[in-house]
Protein backbone atom coordinates (compact mmCIF):
# COMPACT_ATOMS: atom_id res chain seq x y z
CA UNK A 1 0.00 0.00 0.00
CA UNK A 2 0.69 3.58 -0.38
CA UNK A 3 0.68 5.59 2.53
CA UNK A 4 0.48 9.54 2.21
CA UNK A 5 0.82 12.45 4.60
CA UNK A 6 -0.63 15.48 2.77
CA UNK A 7 -0.37 19.09 4.24
CA UNK A 8 -0.84 22.50 3.80
CA UNK A 9 2.90 22.84 2.55
CA UNK A 10 3.87 19.27 2.04
CA UNK A 11 3.24 15.84 0.28
CA UNK A 12 5.09 13.05 1.91
CA UNK A 13 4.87 9.65 0.34
CA UNK A 14 5.44 5.88 1.70
CA UNK A 15 5.44 2.91 -0.08
CA UNK A 16 5.01 0.06 2.22
CA UNK A 17 5.43 -4.31 2.05
CA UNK A 18 2.52 -6.39 2.78
CA UNK A 19 4.56 -6.67 6.04
CA UNK A 20 4.34 -2.83 6.64
CA UNK A 21 7.79 -2.17 6.27
CA UNK A 22 8.22 0.91 4.42
CA UNK A 23 10.44 -0.08 1.13
CA UNK A 24 10.38 3.52 -0.68
CA UNK A 25 9.51 7.41 0.06
CA UNK A 26 9.49 10.34 -1.30
CA UNK A 27 8.66 13.66 -0.47
CA UNK A 28 7.54 16.68 -3.20
CA UNK A 29 6.59 20.25 -2.93
CA UNK A 30 3.39 19.24 -3.95
CA UNK A 31 1.76 20.58 -0.45
CA UNK A 32 -2.51 21.87 -0.77
CA UNK A 33 -1.09 25.30 -1.55
CA UNK A 34 0.80 24.57 -4.44
CA UNK A 35 -1.85 22.36 -6.14
CA UNK A 36 -4.63 24.96 -6.99
CA UNK A 37 -6.95 22.29 -6.68
CA UNK A 38 -5.63 19.76 -9.06
CA UNK A 39 -5.36 16.71 -6.15
CA UNK A 40 -6.03 14.34 -8.46
CA UNK A 41 -3.73 14.94 -11.16
CA UNK A 42 -1.16 16.08 -8.94
CA UNK A 43 -1.54 12.31 -6.94
CA UNK A 44 -1.30 10.45 -10.19
CA UNK A 45 1.75 12.56 -11.59
CA UNK A 46 3.47 11.64 -8.06
CA UNK A 47 2.32 8.05 -8.10
CA UNK A 48 2.81 7.20 -11.75
CA UNK A 49 5.68 4.47 -11.03
CA UNK A 50 4.26 3.03 -7.50
CA UNK A 51 0.96 0.64 -8.97
CA UNK A 52 -0.01 -0.32 -5.23
CA UNK A 53 -3.54 -0.64 -5.21
CA UNK A 54 -4.28 1.02 -2.07
CA UNK A 55 -3.90 4.46 -1.25
CA UNK A 56 -4.31 6.00 2.28
CA UNK A 57 -3.80 9.76 2.97
CA UNK A 58 -4.06 11.71 5.69
CA UNK A 59 -3.49 15.57 6.71
CA UNK A 60 -4.88 18.79 5.16
CA UNK A 61 -5.72 16.69 2.33
CA UNK A 62 -9.52 16.13 4.07
CA UNK A 63 -9.82 19.38 5.09
CA UNK A 64 -12.48 21.94 4.34
CA UNK A 65 -9.62 23.38 2.50
CA UNK A 66 -8.36 20.14 0.86
CA UNK A 67 -9.76 17.37 -1.50
CA UNK A 68 -12.83 16.32 0.28
CA UNK A 69 -13.84 17.56 3.82
CA UNK A 70 -13.61 14.07 6.24
CA UNK A 71 -15.04 15.13 9.55
CA UNK A 72 -13.20 15.35 13.18
CA UNK A 73 -13.50 12.08 14.91
CA UNK A 74 -13.81 13.42 18.29
CA UNK A 75 -11.54 12.44 21.44
CA UNK A 76 -11.16 10.06 23.23
CA UNK A 77 -10.51 8.18 19.68
CA UNK A 78 -9.52 4.64 19.09
CA UNK A 79 -7.91 2.96 16.31
CA UNK A 80 -11.27 1.40 15.43
CA UNK A 81 -13.22 4.87 15.49
CA UNK A 82 -11.03 6.24 13.74
CA UNK A 83 -10.46 3.55 10.91
CA UNK A 84 -14.68 4.11 10.61
CA UNK A 85 -14.65 7.57 9.79
CA UNK A 86 -12.13 7.12 6.46
CA UNK A 87 -13.66 8.22 3.49
CA UNK A 88 -13.27 6.80 0.11
CA UNK A 89 -12.34 9.12 -2.78
CA UNK A 90 -13.74 8.13 -6.50
CA UNK A 91 -10.70 9.33 -8.58
CA UNK A 92 -10.75 8.48 -12.51
CA UNK A 93 -7.79 9.68 -13.42
CA UNK A 94 -6.02 6.62 -11.51
CA UNK A 95 -7.61 3.61 -12.43
CA UNK A 96 -7.17 0.52 -10.26
CA UNK A 97 -6.70 2.26 -7.07
CA UNK A 98 -8.73 2.42 -3.96
CA UNK A 99 -8.15 5.53 -1.98
CA UNK A 100 -9.41 6.69 1.16
CA UNK A 101 -8.42 9.84 3.63
CA UNK A 102 -8.32 9.08 7.64
CA UNK A 103 -10.22 11.46 9.53
CA UNK A 104 -8.56 13.90 11.76
CA UNK A 105 -9.48 14.68 15.68
CA UNK A 106 -11.10 17.09 17.84
CA UNK A 107 -11.12 17.57 21.63
CA UNK A 108 -13.02 20.03 23.56
CA UNK A 109 -10.20 20.45 26.45
CA UNK A 110 -10.43 20.67 30.20
CA UNK A 111 -10.28 24.59 29.58
CA UNK A 112 -12.98 24.62 26.98
CA UNK A 113 -11.32 25.52 23.86
CA UNK A 114 -11.99 23.63 20.83
CA UNK A 115 -8.91 21.55 19.56
CA UNK A 116 -8.29 20.03 16.12
CA UNK A 117 -5.35 17.91 14.54
CA UNK A 118 -4.84 16.70 11.20
CA UNK A 119 -1.70 14.31 10.03
CA UNK A 120 -0.46 13.99 13.46
CA UNK A 121 -3.18 11.30 14.21
CA UNK A 122 -1.65 8.63 11.98
CA UNK A 123 2.06 9.56 14.06
CA UNK A 124 0.05 8.93 17.51
CA UNK A 125 -1.30 5.70 15.83
CA UNK A 126 1.97 4.72 14.61
CA UNK A 127 3.71 5.09 17.92
CA UNK A 128 0.71 3.56 19.61
CA UNK A 129 1.29 0.33 17.44
CA UNK A 130 4.78 -0.05 18.70
CA UNK A 131 3.87 -1.73 22.58
CA UNK A 132 7.42 -3.16 22.86
CA UNK A 133 8.73 0.32 22.44
CA UNK A 134 6.11 1.97 24.29
CA UNK A 135 6.48 -0.23 27.35
CA UNK A 136 9.75 -0.22 28.24
CA UNK A 137 9.24 3.03 28.79
CA UNK A 138 5.64 3.71 30.91
CA UNK A 139 4.08 0.64 32.31
CA UNK A 140 0.44 2.53 33.59
CA UNK A 141 -0.73 2.43 30.04
CA UNK A 142 -0.82 6.40 29.80
CA UNK A 143 1.51 8.61 27.69
CA UNK A 144 2.04 11.97 27.14
CA UNK A 145 3.54 12.54 23.23
CA UNK A 146 4.55 16.00 22.08
CA UNK A 147 4.58 16.57 17.73
CA UNK A 148 6.63 19.73 18.16
CA UNK A 149 6.57 22.17 14.36
CA UNK A 150 5.03 24.80 12.98
CA UNK A 151 1.56 24.21 15.65
CA UNK A 152 2.90 21.89 18.10
CA UNK A 153 -0.01 19.22 19.46
CA UNK A 154 0.56 17.66 23.28
CA UNK A 155 -1.63 14.38 23.57
CA UNK A 156 -2.68 12.01 26.19
CA UNK A 157 -2.87 8.27 24.69
CA UNK A 158 -4.52 5.89 27.45
CA UNK A 159 -5.28 2.41 26.62
CA UNK A 160 -4.16 2.57 22.67
CA UNK A 161 -6.58 5.59 22.96
CA UNK A 162 -5.93 9.41 22.21
CA UNK A 163 -7.94 10.81 25.51
CA UNK A 164 -7.08 14.30 24.70
CA UNK A 165 -4.94 17.08 23.13
CA UNK A 166 -3.30 20.86 23.19
CA UNK A 167 -1.92 22.81 20.19
CA UNK A 168 0.58 25.47 20.82
CA UNK A 169 1.41 27.96 18.23
CA UNK A 170 4.93 28.11 18.97
CA UNK A 171 6.42 27.34 15.63
CA UNK A 172 4.49 29.80 13.84
CA UNK A 173 5.11 32.33 16.37
CA UNK A 174 8.88 32.22 15.88
CA UNK A 175 8.42 31.83 12.17
CA UNK A 176 6.47 35.47 12.31
CA UNK A 177 8.24 37.21 14.53
CA UNK A 178 11.39 36.20 12.98
CA UNK A 179 10.04 37.61 9.75
CA UNK A 180 8.20 40.73 10.37
CA UNK A 181 8.54 41.81 13.78
CA UNK A 182 11.18 44.24 15.41
CA UNK A 183 12.54 41.63 16.97
CA UNK A 184 13.66 39.84 14.06
CA UNK A 185 15.05 42.65 12.49
CA UNK A 186 17.79 42.45 15.30
CA UNK A 187 19.01 39.13 14.42
CA UNK A 188 21.56 37.20 11.74
CA UNK A 189 21.37 33.97 10.34
CA UNK A 190 20.40 31.30 12.99
CA UNK A 191 23.15 29.33 14.63
CA UNK A 192 21.60 26.73 17.50
CA UNK A 193 23.72 28.64 20.49
CA UNK A 194 22.73 25.95 23.57
CA UNK A 195 23.43 28.76 25.66
CA UNK A 196 21.28 31.16 24.67
CA UNK A 197 18.58 28.72 24.10
CA UNK A 198 18.84 27.60 27.53
CA UNK A 199 18.64 31.19 28.70
CA UNK A 200 15.59 31.31 26.77
CA UNK A 201 14.29 28.37 28.67
CA UNK A 202 14.96 30.14 32.15
CA UNK A 203 13.87 33.15 31.47
CA UNK A 204 10.32 32.21 30.64
CA UNK A 205 9.94 30.73 33.78
CA UNK A 206 10.24 33.79 35.49
CA UNK A 207 7.48 36.62 36.43
CA UNK A 208 6.23 38.94 33.65
CA UNK A 209 4.44 36.74 30.87
CA UNK A 210 5.46 35.98 27.30
CA UNK A 211 4.97 39.04 26.12
CA UNK A 212 6.99 41.02 28.54
CA UNK A 213 9.88 38.68 27.84
CA UNK A 214 9.50 38.75 24.11
CA UNK A 215 10.96 42.28 24.66
CA UNK A 216 14.09 41.00 26.80
CA UNK A 217 15.07 39.89 23.42
CA UNK A 218 15.72 43.26 22.32
CA UNK A 219 17.15 44.72 25.23
CA UNK A 220 19.62 41.96 25.91
CA UNK A 221 20.87 42.70 22.33
CA UNK A 222 20.71 46.62 23.12
CA UNK A 223 22.69 45.96 26.04
CA UNK A 224 25.18 42.97 24.84
CA UNK A 225 24.25 40.42 26.60
CA UNK A 226 23.32 38.30 23.66
CA UNK A 227 24.69 38.63 19.94
CA UNK A 228 22.42 39.34 16.29
CA UNK A 229 23.80 35.65 16.16
CA UNK A 230 22.55 34.25 19.74
CA UNK A 231 19.10 36.32 19.70
CA UNK A 232 17.40 33.05 17.49
CA UNK A 233 18.57 30.88 19.95
CA UNK A 234 17.05 33.18 22.81
CA UNK A 235 13.64 33.73 21.19
CA UNK A 236 13.65 29.75 20.40
CA UNK A 237 13.78 29.27 24.19
CA UNK A 238 11.88 31.77 25.29
CA UNK A 239 9.12 30.45 23.14
CA UNK A 240 9.61 26.80 23.53
CA UNK A 241 9.86 27.40 27.59
CA UNK A 242 6.35 29.30 27.36
CA UNK A 243 4.79 26.09 25.24
CA UNK A 244 6.12 24.05 28.18
CA UNK A 245 5.29 26.13 30.68
CA UNK A 246 1.79 26.29 29.59
CA UNK A 247 1.25 22.38 28.68
CA UNK A 248 3.98 20.35 30.65
CA UNK A 249 2.29 16.61 31.66
CA UNK A 250 1.86 15.27 34.66
CA UNK A 251 4.18 12.29 33.41
CA UNK A 252 7.83 12.28 33.90
CA UNK A 253 7.90 11.25 30.10
CA UNK A 254 7.71 12.62 27.13
CA UNK A 255 7.40 10.91 23.88
CA UNK A 256 8.48 13.39 20.95
CA UNK A 257 7.89 12.74 17.54
CA UNK A 258 9.67 14.79 14.36
CA UNK A 259 12.45 15.95 12.85
CA UNK A 260 16.06 15.52 14.92
CA UNK A 261 16.94 19.19 15.07
CA UNK A 262 13.70 20.87 16.74
CA UNK A 263 13.46 17.33 18.92
CA UNK A 264 17.40 18.01 20.34
CA UNK A 265 15.67 21.37 21.52
CA UNK A 266 12.80 20.28 23.31
CA UNK A 267 14.78 17.41 25.01
CA UNK A 268 17.03 19.86 26.22
CA UNK A 269 14.14 22.44 27.39
CA UNK A 270 12.05 19.17 29.12
CA UNK A 271 15.36 18.00 30.89
CA UNK A 272 15.69 21.55 32.10
CA UNK A 273 11.70 20.65 33.82
CA UNK A 274 13.50 17.48 35.08
CA UNK A 275 11.65 15.05 32.17
CA UNK A 276 12.63 12.45 30.25
CA UNK A 277 11.75 12.42 26.44
CA UNK A 278 12.87 9.70 24.18
CA UNK A 279 12.70 10.34 20.46
CA UNK A 280 10.53 8.96 17.63
CA UNK A 281 10.70 9.82 13.44
CA UNK A 282 8.20 10.88 11.43
CA UNK A 283 7.98 7.96 9.42
CA UNK A 284 5.26 6.80 12.17
CA UNK A 285 2.70 8.17 9.92
CA UNK A 286 3.02 5.62 7.33
CA UNK A 287 2.90 2.87 10.43
CA UNK A 288 -0.09 4.84 11.93
CA UNK A 289 -1.85 4.67 8.47
CA UNK A 290 -1.26 0.59 7.75
CA UNK A 291 -2.71 0.04 10.87
CA UNK A 292 -5.62 2.28 9.77
CA UNK A 293 -6.38 0.57 6.45
CA UNK A 294 -5.38 -3.15 8.48
CA UNK A 295 -8.31 -2.18 11.19
CA UNK A 296 -10.73 -1.24 7.85
CA UNK A 297 -9.79 -4.16 6.42
CA UNK A 298 -8.25 -3.08 3.51
CA UNK A 299 -4.93 -5.39 3.57
CA UNK A 300 -5.27 -9.05 1.33
CA UNK B 1 8.47 76.35 23.95
CA UNK B 2 8.12 74.25 21.82
CA UNK B 3 7.51 70.20 22.81
CA UNK B 4 8.42 67.53 20.47
CA UNK B 5 7.71 63.48 20.93
CA UNK B 6 9.96 62.18 17.87
CA UNK B 7 9.38 58.71 17.78
CA UNK B 8 10.30 55.74 14.91
CA UNK B 9 7.16 56.35 13.17
CA UNK B 10 5.09 59.63 13.90
CA UNK B 11 6.51 63.44 14.86
CA UNK B 12 4.44 65.37 17.30
CA UNK B 13 5.31 68.83 18.14
CA UNK B 14 3.11 71.17 21.05
CA UNK B 15 3.78 74.86 21.29
CA UNK B 16 3.48 76.03 24.89
CA UNK B 17 2.67 79.00 26.63
CA UNK B 18 4.83 80.98 29.57
CA UNK B 19 2.43 78.86 31.88
CA UNK B 20 2.97 75.60 30.48
CA UNK B 21 -0.24 75.63 28.77
CA UNK B 22 -0.36 73.98 25.23
CA UNK B 23 -1.77 76.53 22.47
CA UNK B 24 -0.99 74.84 19.62
CA UNK B 25 0.25 71.17 18.28
CA UNK B 26 0.25 69.76 15.27
CA UNK B 27 1.70 65.98 14.05
CA UNK B 28 3.05 64.76 11.09
CA UNK B 29 4.58 61.18 9.11
CA UNK B 30 8.30 62.40 9.68
CA UNK B 31 9.16 59.38 12.13
CA UNK B 32 12.86 58.37 12.29
CA UNK B 33 12.08 55.99 9.25
CA UNK B 34 10.65 58.94 7.36
CA UNK B 35 13.81 61.11 7.92
CA UNK B 36 16.49 59.10 6.43
CA UNK B 37 18.82 60.81 8.65
CA UNK B 38 18.54 64.50 7.55
CA UNK B 39 16.76 65.16 11.31
CA UNK B 40 17.90 68.98 11.27
CA UNK B 41 16.30 69.69 7.81
CA UNK B 42 13.10 67.85 8.65
CA UNK B 43 12.92 69.96 12.10
CA UNK B 44 13.36 73.30 10.40
CA UNK B 45 10.69 72.71 7.68
CA UNK B 46 8.20 71.81 10.46
CA UNK B 47 8.69 74.74 13.00
CA UNK B 48 9.43 77.41 10.05
CA UNK B 49 6.17 79.24 11.47
CA UNK B 50 6.52 78.53 15.23
CA UNK B 51 9.42 81.07 16.08
CA UNK B 52 9.63 79.78 20.14
CA UNK B 53 13.66 80.07 21.34
CA UNK B 54 13.46 76.69 23.00
CA UNK B 55 12.97 73.24 21.52
CA UNK B 56 12.65 70.04 23.77
CA UNK B 57 12.36 66.59 22.58
CA UNK B 58 12.02 63.34 23.73
CA UNK B 59 11.80 59.48 22.57
CA UNK B 60 13.51 57.40 19.70
CA UNK B 61 15.22 60.79 18.13
CA UNK B 62 17.70 60.17 21.25
CA UNK B 63 18.12 56.77 20.58
CA UNK B 64 21.17 54.84 18.46
CA UNK B 65 19.45 54.85 15.38
CA UNK B 66 18.57 58.63 15.90
CA UNK B 67 20.00 62.27 15.73
CA UNK B 68 22.84 62.31 18.78
CA UNK B 69 22.27 59.19 21.40
CA UNK B 70 21.62 60.36 25.23
CA UNK B 71 22.62 57.51 27.28
CA UNK B 72 19.81 56.01 29.61
CA UNK B 73 19.41 57.54 32.76
CA UNK B 74 18.69 54.57 35.40
CA UNK B 75 15.41 53.98 37.66
CA UNK B 76 14.45 54.89 40.10
CA UNK B 77 14.64 58.45 38.50
CA UNK B 78 13.52 61.70 39.39
CA UNK B 79 12.71 64.79 37.32
CA UNK B 80 16.14 65.87 38.73
CA UNK B 81 17.95 63.13 36.89
CA UNK B 82 16.23 63.24 33.70
CA UNK B 83 16.59 66.83 33.51
CA UNK B 84 20.22 66.47 34.46
CA UNK B 85 20.55 64.06 31.15
CA UNK B 86 18.96 66.15 28.75
CA UNK B 87 21.74 66.56 25.96
CA UNK B 88 21.85 70.11 24.14
CA UNK B 89 22.00 69.53 20.47
CA UNK B 90 24.29 72.12 17.87
CA UNK B 91 22.13 72.57 14.52
CA UNK B 92 23.17 75.38 12.54
CA UNK B 93 20.03 75.10 10.00
CA UNK B 94 17.80 76.54 13.09
CA UNK B 95 19.77 79.97 14.16
CA UNK B 96 18.21 81.17 17.21
CA UNK B 97 16.75 78.44 18.85
CA UNK B 98 18.27 76.56 21.38
CA UNK B 99 17.29 72.45 21.55
CA UNK B 100 17.50 69.93 23.98
CA UNK B 101 16.82 65.86 23.83
CA UNK B 102 15.59 64.02 27.07
CA UNK B 103 17.36 61.06 27.81
CA UNK B 104 14.84 57.61 28.09
CA UNK B 105 15.26 55.62 31.29
CA UNK B 106 16.31 51.56 31.55
CA UNK B 107 15.64 49.47 34.64
CA UNK B 108 17.02 46.10 35.65
CA UNK B 109 13.91 44.92 36.46
CA UNK B 110 13.33 42.13 39.96
CA UNK B 111 13.50 39.14 37.24
CA UNK B 112 16.85 40.23 35.94
CA UNK B 113 15.50 41.51 32.50
CA UNK B 114 16.69 44.48 30.95
CA UNK B 115 13.78 47.53 30.59
CA UNK B 116 14.32 50.77 28.30
CA UNK B 117 12.00 53.25 27.44
CA UNK B 118 12.25 56.50 25.11
CA UNK B 119 9.66 58.85 25.16
CA UNK B 120 7.02 57.34 27.65
CA UNK B 121 8.61 59.04 30.57
CA UNK B 122 7.99 62.71 29.30
CA UNK B 123 4.03 61.12 29.95
CA UNK B 124 4.82 59.75 33.11
CA UNK B 125 6.95 63.13 33.83
CA UNK B 126 3.17 65.03 33.08
CA UNK B 127 1.13 62.72 35.00
CA UNK B 128 3.27 63.23 38.00
CA UNK B 129 3.70 67.04 37.71
CA UNK B 130 -0.90 66.83 38.30
CA UNK B 131 -0.70 66.32 41.83
CA UNK B 132 -4.08 67.30 42.49
CA UNK B 133 -5.63 65.21 40.02
CA UNK B 134 -3.42 62.41 41.17
CA UNK B 135 -3.79 62.49 44.91
CA UNK B 136 -7.55 62.67 44.38
CA UNK B 137 -7.13 59.05 43.74
CA UNK B 138 -4.54 57.83 45.65
CA UNK B 139 -2.82 58.81 48.84
CA UNK B 140 0.34 57.04 49.77
CA UNK B 141 2.27 57.97 46.70
CA UNK B 142 2.42 55.25 44.87
CA UNK B 143 0.76 55.22 41.81
CA UNK B 144 0.88 52.43 38.86
CA UNK B 145 0.71 53.70 35.00
CA UNK B 146 -0.11 52.46 31.87
CA UNK B 147 0.97 53.56 28.73
CA UNK B 148 -1.08 50.97 26.24
CA UNK B 149 0.68 50.56 22.63
CA UNK B 150 3.29 48.65 20.42
CA UNK B 151 4.88 48.66 23.49
CA UNK B 152 2.83 48.88 26.03
CA UNK B 153 4.81 50.34 29.50
CA UNK B 154 3.87 49.58 32.84
CA UNK B 155 5.45 52.08 35.26
CA UNK B 156 5.19 52.21 38.92
CA UNK B 157 6.10 56.11 40.15
CA UNK B 158 6.78 56.52 43.91
CA UNK B 159 7.48 59.68 45.71
CA UNK B 160 7.26 61.45 42.54
CA UNK B 161 10.49 59.48 41.35
CA UNK B 162 9.54 56.47 38.25
CA UNK B 163 10.66 53.31 40.50
CA UNK B 164 10.53 50.56 37.77
CA UNK B 165 8.75 49.78 34.92
CA UNK B 166 8.26 46.77 32.67
CA UNK B 167 7.04 46.55 28.65
CA UNK B 168 4.89 44.09 26.93
CA UNK B 169 4.79 43.71 23.22
CA UNK B 170 0.95 43.31 23.06
CA UNK B 171 0.73 46.00 20.27
CA UNK B 172 3.75 44.43 17.87
CA UNK B 173 2.37 41.19 18.31
CA UNK B 174 -1.27 41.80 17.39
CA UNK B 175 -0.08 44.01 14.40
CA UNK B 176 1.96 40.89 13.09
CA UNK B 177 -0.43 38.07 14.02
CA UNK B 178 -3.05 39.99 12.13
CA UNK B 179 -0.88 40.62 9.03
CA UNK B 180 1.62 37.63 8.60
CA UNK B 181 -0.15 34.51 10.24
CA UNK B 182 -2.61 31.70 9.36
CA UNK B 183 -4.58 33.78 12.44
CA UNK B 184 -4.99 37.07 10.72
CA UNK B 185 -6.15 35.18 6.86
CA UNK B 186 -8.89 34.02 8.86
CA UNK B 187 -10.31 37.66 9.85
CA UNK B 188 -12.10 40.11 7.62
CA UNK B 189 -11.76 44.45 8.92
CA UNK B 190 -12.18 44.88 12.93
CA UNK B 191 -15.36 46.18 14.52
CA UNK B 192 -14.61 46.44 17.97
CA UNK B 193 -17.03 43.52 19.67
CA UNK B 194 -17.42 43.52 23.40
CA UNK B 195 -18.02 40.10 23.79
CA UNK B 196 -15.68 38.65 21.97
CA UNK B 197 -13.23 40.71 23.36
CA UNK B 198 -14.29 39.69 26.77
CA UNK B 199 -14.02 36.01 25.97
CA UNK B 200 -10.62 36.77 25.26
CA UNK B 201 -9.79 38.26 28.39
CA UNK B 202 -11.41 35.50 29.91
CA UNK B 203 -9.98 32.63 27.89
CA UNK B 204 -6.64 34.68 28.94
CA UNK B 205 -6.51 33.23 32.14
CA UNK B 206 -7.47 30.11 32.05
CA UNK B 207 -4.40 27.66 32.15
CA UNK B 208 -2.68 26.55 29.15
CA UNK B 209 -1.18 29.27 28.50
CA UNK B 210 -0.75 32.07 25.43
CA UNK B 211 1.32 29.75 22.69
CA UNK B 212 -2.15 27.38 23.53
CA UNK B 213 -4.74 29.83 23.34
CA UNK B 214 -3.80 31.48 20.11
CA UNK B 215 -4.89 28.11 18.43
CA UNK B 216 -8.13 28.94 19.81
CA UNK B 217 -8.61 32.00 17.34
CA UNK B 218 -8.69 29.41 14.61
CA UNK B 219 -10.66 26.85 16.30
CA UNK B 220 -13.62 29.22 17.79
CA UNK B 221 -13.46 30.49 13.73
CA UNK B 222 -13.61 27.05 12.68
CA UNK B 223 -16.47 25.51 14.78
CA UNK B 224 -18.38 28.78 14.18
CA UNK B 225 -18.21 29.93 17.52
CA UNK B 226 -17.09 32.85 16.47
CA UNK B 227 -17.24 35.33 13.09
CA UNK B 228 -14.63 36.43 11.28
CA UNK B 229 -15.56 40.41 12.28
CA UNK B 230 -14.97 39.33 15.58
CA UNK B 231 -11.51 37.07 15.55
CA UNK B 232 -9.36 40.65 15.79
CA UNK B 233 -11.75 41.76 19.06
CA UNK B 234 -11.23 38.14 20.27
CA UNK B 235 -7.22 37.51 19.74
CA UNK B 236 -6.71 41.79 21.42
CA UNK B 237 -8.63 40.32 24.30
CA UNK B 238 -6.41 37.20 24.65
CA UNK B 239 -3.00 39.50 24.17
CA UNK B 240 -4.42 42.42 26.77
CA UNK B 241 -5.67 39.52 28.89
CA UNK B 242 -2.01 38.10 28.89
CA UNK B 243 -0.57 41.21 29.34
CA UNK B 244 -2.26 41.58 32.48
CA UNK B 245 -1.68 38.34 33.25
CA UNK B 246 1.95 38.99 33.39
CA UNK B 247 1.96 42.59 34.32
CA UNK B 248 -1.04 42.97 37.24
CA UNK B 249 0.24 45.73 39.98
CA UNK B 250 -0.44 45.16 43.26
CA UNK B 251 -2.30 48.30 43.39
CA UNK B 252 -5.88 48.38 42.59
CA UNK B 253 -5.83 51.68 40.61
CA UNK B 254 -4.18 51.92 37.23
CA UNK B 255 -3.65 55.28 35.38
CA UNK B 256 -3.53 54.76 31.49
CA UNK B 257 -2.29 57.40 29.28
CA UNK B 258 -3.11 56.85 25.73
CA UNK B 259 -5.96 57.51 22.76
CA UNK B 260 -9.02 56.35 23.97
CA UNK B 261 -10.08 53.90 21.64
CA UNK B 262 -7.35 51.55 22.71
CA UNK B 263 -7.54 53.11 26.20
CA UNK B 264 -11.52 51.73 26.02
CA UNK B 265 -10.15 48.26 25.56
CA UNK B 266 -7.57 48.52 28.94
CA UNK B 267 -10.63 49.68 30.87
CA UNK B 268 -12.43 46.94 30.07
CA UNK B 269 -10.20 43.99 31.03
CA UNK B 270 -9.03 45.80 34.19
CA UNK B 271 -12.36 46.08 35.41
CA UNK B 272 -12.85 41.90 34.68
CA UNK B 273 -9.71 42.15 37.28
CA UNK B 274 -11.64 44.19 39.98
CA UNK B 275 -9.24 47.17 39.00
CA UNK B 276 -10.34 50.76 39.07
CA UNK B 277 -8.76 52.53 35.92
CA UNK B 278 -8.73 56.73 35.10
CA UNK B 279 -7.33 57.63 31.37
CA UNK B 280 -5.22 60.66 30.50
CA UNK B 281 -4.48 62.25 27.41
CA UNK B 282 -0.93 62.08 25.61
CA UNK B 283 -0.74 65.32 25.95
CA UNK B 284 0.88 65.34 28.74
CA UNK B 285 4.30 64.65 27.15
CA UNK B 286 4.00 68.09 26.95
CA UNK B 287 3.47 69.04 30.27
CA UNK B 288 6.34 66.41 31.06
CA UNK B 289 8.89 68.11 28.51
CA UNK B 290 8.05 71.20 29.89
CA UNK B 291 8.61 70.32 33.48
CA UNK B 292 11.78 69.26 32.49
CA UNK B 293 12.69 72.60 30.87
CA UNK B 294 12.14 74.73 34.29
CA UNK B 295 13.86 71.83 36.35
CA UNK B 296 16.50 72.65 34.06
CA UNK B 297 16.23 76.30 34.08
CA UNK B 298 15.60 76.78 30.69
CA UNK B 299 12.44 79.09 30.84
CA UNK B 300 12.58 82.48 31.11
Known amino acids: MIAIDWGTSSFRAYRLNAAGVVVDQRSAAAGLIACD ?68 LSDRSSTGLPEVMRGEETQLLGLLGLPGQINALEGDGTYTVCLPGTHSKWAIAKDGCISSFHTAMTGELYAVLRQHSLLGALMQEEVDDETSFA ?22 GLFGELSSTQLPSYLSGLLIGHELQGLLPATKQVHLIGSSALLSRYQRALAMHGMESSVHPEVLAAQGLHRLARERDLLR
Open 37 to 104: GAFESVLAQQLQDWDDGLIVMAGMIGSRSGWYEVPYVACPAGIDTIAAGMLEVTATGLPGRRIFIAPG
Open 199 to 220: LGVTTSSQAGGLLNHLFSVRTR
